[in-house]
C-alpha cells in the first residue's frame, strides 16, 4: 500500500518562508510525476507546483518567482520551498504523486494536508 506523508507546514508572517515535505513509503515501482496542490476555504483545490520524475517543473502564475519544487528520487521525496509568502497563499496544501506500484497498479496518490496559514 503505497501512502504519502506531508511535513512542513505552519503559521508564518507575510514575507517568510516554509519548506513542504513530501515523503512517498510502501510498495513503488516508480514514481512519474509528483506536486503539490491548495485548497483554501470556500474556493477549489488547485495545482501549485508539478514536477516529472526527469525533473521538468511547472507552477501556478501565483505563484512563480517565489516557490521552488523540487524532488529527491533516492528517497521519494518532493519539497516545495516557499518564499515571499503572502495571506492569499493560506490554505490546506496537499501533495499528490502518480505511481505505479510493486504490484505493478497505477494510481494516483493524495497526501493528508497539511495547514500553511500566513498572517498580514
Known amino acids: 500500500q503505497v501512502q504519502l506523508m506531508e511535513s512542513g507546514g505552519g503559521l508564518v508572517q507575510a514575507g517568510g518562508s516554509l519548506r513542504l515535505s513530501c515523503a512517498a513509503s510502501g510498495s513503488i515501482f516508480i514514481i512519474n510525476n509528483m506536486g503539490w496542490y491548495r485548497q483554501a476555504p470556500g474556493k477549489q483545490r488547485e495545482l501549485v507546483a508539478g514536477?516529472?520524475?526527469?525533473?521538468?517543473?511547472n507552477y501556478a502564475d501565483s505563484v512563480k518567482g517565489r516557490f521552488t519544487i523540487s524532488s529527491d528520487n533516492a528517497k521519494n521525496t518532493v519539497y516545495l520551498q516557499m518564499s515571499s509568502l503572502k495571506p492569499e497563499d493560506t490554505a490546506v496544501y496537499y501533495c499528490?504523486?502518480?505511481?505505479?506500484?510493486?504490484?505493478?497498479?497505477?494510481?494516483?496518490?493524495w497526501g493528508q494536508g497539511t495547514q500553511v496559514t500566513v498572517s498580514s
Open positions: 514536477i516529472t520524475s526527469g525533473g521538468d517543473t
Open positions: 499528490n504523486a502518480d505511481i505505479v506500484s510493486g504490484t505493478m497498479r497505477h494510481n494516483n496518490y
